[in-house]
């Protein structure tokens, strides 16, 4: 595994001996860039044009802001134990915000004794507007940002040249004059350590002398639009913007995707010093949202950025460096504000245990990010037989399976705990024999690889308390999954959010409501809802038109609701089902055009195997349509022989194995990191081992996955090689 950026970017220069031996601990992190008083006004939507809006509360909210302040605060909070303070380089204002800032940024370890105070001059400003969604849109005024750095070229290298030694990496945005990023940025380059470049601030073109002098440009999507103009819709056009990037002089392409998670595209290495052989892209999966919900996107970039550089610093490898900075951007956007909502390295490491990954141990053996000769020895040439190189992607899901973790926490129907009850554990492990729900959640507790319990709402959880449950689940050494929501017949007879009755509507997003709040008191952050009754029998029973809007409006009433309670809300749509034998949801393109008018960004989608079958749809197809809109909130896997449109609800991959092993590769090339619940309905098995059977079905899969992947099996799906395919699936 390549260990460095310096390494994986192909394009820093090797370090002189004498640099090298100059630091046996690595050395600070370098920021040079801007300040703000940030002041942000929430609405519930953006005003029109010439439009005249209130905004949601009466004052402003006033934090630390600026993408220089915000990336040398998180740099801090990340850092390990004994790390050198980062180095901060700003202009500041002589105004009443001077001491209030120079005191926010020292209660966080900020260094500022290179910064300089602006006379006459104000801080810089951020404006930013703060949408119902979490989406922030901003507006800078530059102020002592643009206008206090040396007019002089020479003193501004020479200060550049001084300011750059000591460090190990220098991080750079685009809200202060592109000389002084060029200046800083050359000198870096000089010093050979690593430097990054935010491409936010400016929609200007980068200069292609700053191109030439930084390791990696960092845009998110929109800023990547920008500055290529070609769009970014789906991840091939994401890779031909940054390409185009690479094809302007860049060396290497980070770019954020929010839901979509982070690419990084390393381009070929010039001739002269550099590591050899072609491009390639590394992918890293967005990480859960804490809580389930995005409250304000404005610092998560920052919070990304500097987590790789701090990853990269310690000795970390690109891979490490990309989980760190998904789980530091997932927890930023779980928060309000910019600064405010920058985790520390305890939340980031307690988030990715969560996802079945430990914090890289920080290095003590490096003094900067550059490759030293005995590391270039020890890597593989890029395409050469065995590396990940040469499939032209790697994939976090990997990097797990080869660190002995599984990336993927498993559920099972709680319900099939009921089957075999003759063979449930008595003696010593009494309660998973004694029946009812406490007893299922006990027997699940033996199932080898579970991790997470679904309850059903309402139909588990009445007459338990909160205690009783909590208690059961920490009996068994399980947490909870999720809520899934269950409308009481005959109450919701003709339908829950599509009734026609605007009191039952009302009632189901309120019962709905209260599942979520059992969800967020259990811990966890998703409410799956079902209803087997939003659907029709006969012809003319019904007005398609009213219905969707009735669902419409009862799912966004209850995705905000939820919201409130920090749980997101996922539907799992049927096409048949013996209450209603047409759903008003029958397949999956209809599925994402509810979740498109919808429109909330808490609002997702679960997929049955079982319910794509029945609809004669192919699963990783549909899985695929779901993931490249962003939308996929979980899976319920099984397996069914589908007679009749029956649901059997059999071991996944038991009877469609070939479809099977398409959709969990797909699930693993595109970094899917959700549950994965088996829905299955063992009547004579012992449910015990038929979950444990499933759990073991869908792992050997995953590996087969990876073979397949390493094997070359993109080259038979991009040329539509049908044998191909086929040949790979049975030599592997």
């Given amino acids: 595994m390549l260990t460095t950026l310096a390494v994986l970017l192909a394009g820093q220069a090797a370090v002189a001996t004498a640099a090298k031996a100059s630091s046996a601990t690595p050395g600070h992190i370098l920021i040079v860039g801007s300040i703000n008083v940030d002041i942000t006004v ?192 789906t991840e091939e056009e994401v890779v031909a913007a940054a390409q185009a990037l690479l094809d302007q002089g860049a060396r290497g392409v980070l770019v954020t995707l929010e839901a979509r998670g982070s690419l990084l595209l390393q381009g070929a290495a010039p001739a002269g010093g550099h590591i050899p052989g072609a491009s390639r892209v590394v992918r890293q999966p967005a990480l859960p949202v804490p809580g389930g919900v995005v409250r304000d996107a404005t610092a998560a970039g920052d919070a990304f950025r500097a987590a790789f550089a701090t990853a990269l610093v310690e000795g970390g490898s690109v891979e490490d460096a990309m989980r760190l900075a998904a789980a530091a951007g997932a927890i930023a956007v779980s928060r309000m504000g910019a600064m405010p909502s920058l985790p520390t390295r305890e939340e980031v490491a307690e988030l990715l245990q969560e996802v079945g990954h430990a914090l890289p141990a920080a290095s003590t053996t490096t003094g900067s990010c550059a490759p030293d000769d005995a590391a270039l020895e020890q890597q593989p040439a890029a395409g050469a037989a065995g590396s990940k190189a040469a499939t032209g992607s790697t994939s976090a899901a990997g990097a797990a399976d080869n660190e002995g973790g599984f990336p993927l926490l498993f559920g099972a129907r709680l319900n099939s705990m009921r089957a075999r009850s003759d063979l449930a554990q008595q003696g010593s492990d009494s309660k998973s024999g004694q ?93 799956v809802v079902w209803s087997a009754t939003d659907g029709y029998d006969y012809h003319l029973a019904a007005n398609y038109t009213t219905v969707w809007a009735h669902s419409v409006a009862g799912l966004r009433a209850l995705t905000d609701a939820c919201r409130a309670l920090g749980v997101h809300v996922a539907l799992e749509w049927k096409p048949t089902d013996p209450a209603s034998r047409f759903s008003f949801v029958p397949n999956t393109a209809a599925a994402l055009l509810l979740a498109r008018d919808v429109d909330r960004s808490s609002f997702g989608l679960v997929l049955d195997t079982g319910h794509l079958l029945m609809g004669g749809e192919n699963m990783a197809a549909s899985v695929a349509m779901v993931m490249d809109a962003g939308k996929l909130a979980g899976l319920h896997l099984n397996d069914g022989h589908t007679r009749l449109g029956a649901e059997d609800g059999l071991v996944f991959g038991s009877v469609h194995a070939a479809g099977a092993q398409e959709l969990v590769y797909w699930l693993r090339a595109r970094g899917y990191r959700g549950h994965v619940y088996f829905d299955t309905f063992p009547l004579n098995e012992d449910p015990v081992q038929e979950a444990e059977l499933n759990i073991q079905a869908f792992k050997s899969m995953w590996a087969k996955a990876g073979r397949l992947e390493q094997a070359g099996i993109e080259r038979c799906m991009t040329s539509h090689d049908a044998l191909c395919a086929l040949r790979l699936m049975q030599a592997v």
């Fill in 42 to 233: 929430q609405l519930d939507r953006l005003p029109m044009r010439s439009e005249t809006k209130a905004a949601l509360k009466p004052s402003p909210t006033l934090a630390v802001g600026g993408k220089g302040a915000n990336q040398a605060a998180a740099a801090s909070l990340l850092a390990g134990p004994g790390a050198p303070a980062p180095r901060f380089v700003c202009r500041l204002g002589d105004d009443a915000h001077l001491a209030w800032l120079r005191a926010e940024l020292a209660k966080v370890g900020v260094d500022t004794s290179a910064s300089e105070v602006v006379p006459h001059m104000t801080t810089g400003q951020g404006i930013v507007w703060l949408d119902a969604e979490g989406a922030a849109t901003s507006v800078v005024l530059g102020g002592a940002n643009t206008e206090g750095w040396p007019s002089d070229a020479p003193q501004l290298r020479a200060l550049a040249g001084s300011l750059v030694q000591g460090a190990s990496a220098l991080m750079l945005q685009r809200e202060v004059p592109e000389r002084v990023n060029e200046a800083f940025a050359e000198a870096a380059r000089a010093a050979g350590i690593l430097v990054l470049l935010d491409a936010g601030g400016s929609g200007a073109p980068i200069s292609p002398a700053l191109l030439a002098a930084v390791d990696a440009v960092c845009p998110n999507e929109q800023e990547l639009q920008v500055l290529t103009g070609l769009p970014t819709s």
């Fill in 435 to 527: 029946g009812g729900v406490l007893g299922w959640v006990a027997r699940q507790g033996l199932v080898q690889g579970l991790g997470v319990v679904y309850f059903n709402y309402p139909e588990h959880l009445e007459g338990l308390t909160l205690a009783q449950v909590t208690e059961s689940l920490e009996a068994a050494g399980l947490k909870a999954g999720g809520i899934a929501m269950r409308f009481p017949l005959p109450r919701f007879r003709a339908g829950a959010l599509s009734n026609p009755d605007p009191e039952l509507r009302a009632a189901a997003v309120e019962l709905g409501t209260r599942g979520c709040q059992w969800a967020s008191d259990l811990g966890a952050s998703q409410l």
